[in-house]
């Protein structure tokens, strides 16, 4: 249940028409399968615009995905490295991004 959620800035949202943002999706989903052994459609990526007002970075994710005991922190610190690299380069602005392992017992959801 890999979750990213990418914040970015309005004005950067101007240049994502110009982007093959199929083709970065895919390469994000890619990641999120091989380095937290998930499968693909468990995988949810979403793509926020906002105002943000006084951070410096531009682009800002959340990862948040069920704990196992192949997602350890390495696993984790790679995968959102590699994530990272590639917004980088889309937007070349500073990219914070953060990463949450949620365990089981605590998750409730219904999927309609």
């Not at 196992?68 to 380069?89: A, D, F, P, V």
Request: glycine share 2%; net charge positive.
């Amino acid at each position: 249940m890999p979750y990213l959620t990418i914040y970015i800035e309005e004005r950067l949202e101007k240049t994502v028409p110009n982007l093959d943002m199929a083709n970065i999706e895919e390469s994000i989903i890619k990641i999120l399968k091989t380095e937290l052994m998930a499968r693909q459609e468990n995988c949810q990526l979403i793509w926020i615009p906002s105002r943000i007002y006084t951070s410096n970075y531009k682009v800002f994710g959340e990862l948040k995905f069920r704990a196992n005991k192949y997602r350890h922190r390495e696993k984790q610190e790679k995968c959102l490295h590699k994530i990272g690299e590639i917004l980088q380069k889309l937007f070349k602005v500073k990219i914070r991004l953060r990463s949450f392992s949620i365990e089981n017992i605590t998750i409730a959801a219904l999927d309609l």
